[in-house]
């Protein structure tokens, strides 16, 4: 049984880097281009938001941009964004705005999944509370500093959960520490499990490569998560969604199309 009637992946912005950041020493050199992506997630008992893409201002203020996205410091630069990519403008194609979400669920802090938060008031932002602690503590450079105190609409959980029927919140931490994958029951079509950041690339799922940036250089843990969203697809012969994959994200229904 789900609640669950549709889901949309979102493209919010596209980001070039080197691919080691998404496969853990390998692909030195490389320049991959990834999407970067949110869900909209519809249930007969409201929607929810995993992840919510990057703060638009930060890439194209000058200013904000020079700040955060330095080429000195932050050595890929900042991704592309254009304005019909903001979250409410996407909603907007579909007749929503911001008002309608009912609750954010966000895989983990890091600025391409949680920056996109100032567009987004109204509904509650689902967090873990290793995930938070991490972001205001430890040095990060994907982690914004304001975008993480800014927030005030925290709902703060601590391990698995079952958000509403049909859709539960799997720990796979490694990426970061309190980094979450999602349990999408659809109706029609098989499970579908949002890896997130756990797994960026086809290829981390398949050779068991952490993702390049991992807690702490905690690489094991972040293999133990793969090899758990793995086990649990095959068990529950669900479909595992790796987050970054352009070539995999084109595979998908694209937006305003959805899947069932
Ligand atoms: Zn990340």
Redesign the pocket.
């Known amino acids: 049984m789900t609640s669950v009637t549709k889901m949309w992946p979102i493209l919010t912005a596209t980001h070039q880097y080197d691919k080691s950041l998404s496969t853990r020493n390998r692909g030195v050199g490389q320049i991959i281009e990834a999407p970067i992506l949110a869900y909209l997630i519809e249930t007969k008992n409201g929607r929810i938001l995993y992840d919510v893409g990057c703060d638009y201002n930060k890439i194209n203020d000058p200013t904000l941009r020079n700040r955060y996205y330095n080429p000195e410091v932050f050595e890929f630069g900042a991704p592309d964004m254009n304005p019909e990519q903001r979250l409410p403008n996407q909603l907007k194609r579909m007749g929503l705005t911001e008002a309608d979400i009912d609750v954010i669920f966000l895989s ?1 802090l ?1 600025f ?2 949680a920056g996109g938060l100032c567009d987004l008031c109204g509904a509650e932002v689902h967090i873990q509370a290793d995930e938070l602690a991490a972001a205001n503590t430890e040095k990060d450079l ?1 982690y914004f500093d304001n975008e993480v105190v800014a927030q005030k609409s925290w709902v703060v959980k601590e391990g698995e959960y079952d958000l509403t029927l049909g859709v539960s919140a799997i720990s796979s931490p490694g ?2 520490a309190g980094h979450m994958s999602l349990w999408v029951e659809m109706p029609k079509g098989p499970p579908i499990i949002l890896a997130g ?1 756990a797994a960026d690339l086809i290829e981390n799922i398949k050779d068991e490569i952490a ?1 390049g ?1 991992c807690w702490q250089n905690q690489t094991e843990l972040a293999i133990e998560s793969i090899r758990k969203i793995k086990k649990l697809a095959h068990n529950e012969k669900a479909d595992l969604w790796p987050n970054h994959d352009i070539v995999f994200w084109k595979t998908l229904k694209q937006f305003p199309d959805f899947h069932s």
């Open positions: 983990h890091h391409d999944h994907a990426h970061t950041d993702p940036n």
